[in-house]
């Protein structure tokens, strides 16, 4: 990493997470694709936001965090060179933020745990085999919205329908018929399902599903999503 930017940090735009309502990643994004090369952004947020560091800088962001106080970070991103993330990258456990709200301390655990978890060098465990895995468990708590978005993040790692169908297989021989006919089958995570290898039947490329997947069963969807938005 190069030094000479971290002079004029203190000029990079501002974007304060701590005010922001629902999910704040989207949010970062959008900033973030308007950041020419050679400019910043300063993200701050009341714990260390870990998971957009790889996020950021799989966009060709270098970064520098100042911790202010226990209850400030300050990240700043540097755009170094322009890159276009993958579909797989716009993905992110979008619930750590509620463990910030709920407690600062352990907002960080979280952030770290997960980078622990999921972005671990040299993993034995395949990324798309993960996602599975987790799917599967989330399934097996009865945590169907945990397992829609791990559904989704599956598909972008690049499970096949065919996989898909044996999984799903093994949920009603698993969990059993009947809770695979009340719980899972009027579920999300099942239309999530039904709808992927529907487009692929109509020859839709795995790009093209993406785009509509995480419309359809994306934070909007109040099954899937993980934030509480007061109607007050």
Do not use: Q
């Given at each position: 990493m190069t030094e000479e930017?971290?002079?004029k940090k203190e000029l990079?735009?501002?974007?304060d997470g701590?005010?922001?309502a629902g999910d704040f990643l989207p949010v970062v994004l959008k900033r973030a694709e308007k950041v020419a090369i050679g400019e910043g952004l300063c993200v701050v947020q009341s714990f260390e936001p870990v998971p957009l560091y790889s996020t950021?800088?799989?966009l060709g962001f270098e970064y520098q965090t100042d911790k202010v106080s226990d209850n400030e970070y300050r990240v700043y991103f540097y755009r170094r060179e322009s890159k276009e993330a993958s579909?797989?990258?716009?993905?992110?456990?979008?619930a750590l933020v509620n463990y910030g709200k709920a407690d600062k301390a352990l907002g960080k655990i979280a952030a770290q745990f997960w980078q622990l978890t999921w972005k671990k060098e040299n993993p034995a465990i395949?990324?798309?085999t993960k996602y599975l895995l987790s799917l599967a468990n989330a399934v097996g708590a009865g945590r169907l919205r945990q397992a829609t978005r791990e559904l989704v993040k599956a598909y972008s790692a690049g499970v096949t329908v065919a996989e898909l169908d044996e999984l799903f297989t093994l949920f009603a021989w698993n969990q059993g018929f009947g809770t695979f006919a009340s719980e899972i089958s009027p579920s999300a995570l099942f239309a999530a399902y039904l709808w992927i290898k529907e487009q692929e039947k109509k020859g839709k490329s795995r790009g093209d599903v993406m785009k509509e997947l995480l419309d359809k069963f994306g934070e909007k969807n109040p099954e899937v999503g993980v934030f509480y938005e007061s109607k007050m």
């Open positions: 930017w971290k002079s990079f735009d501002v974007l701590r005010v922001e950021l800088v799989d579909m797989g990258k716009t993905l992110h456990p979008a395949d990324i798309k």
